[in-house]
């Protein structure tokens, strides 16, 4: 293993054990909720969104490493941004993951994603990756 896929070893692992904006959000705006059957992940996301902008995010997730950090990360990068921008994160992000073969390369604000391109060995835990995204997708559209 190289040292960049320790790196980014480290980077997954330390979303997963330690998730950023786990909870629930009273007063939401939007909530949904994806599974992910081929692996058991469930996960429940709640926005509140105001003015145009995710103003708070929050994740109740039950689900493996992948799908942990990848939720978790996501949170923090949308967390502040308008709708838009937030569309824009989730394009870069499933561009990523699904480009087969050969490594993207994110914009830098993004970087932290690229973790998880390393999933995309594994194309069973895609799934587990895309799913905190598809769900936020959905939320989104819902709005
Ligand atoms: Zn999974």
Redesign the pocket.
Known sequence: MSLVDDLYRETILDHYHNPRNRGTISDATVSTEGV?P????ELRLFLKIENGVVCDIKLESR??S??TASGSMMSELVLGKSLEEAQAVISEFKNMMLTKGEDVTLPEELEELEALQGVKKYPV?I??AL?PWNTLDEGLKSK
């Open positions: 992910n081929l692996c058991g992940d689900g493996c992948i799908n835990r799934k587990c799913l």
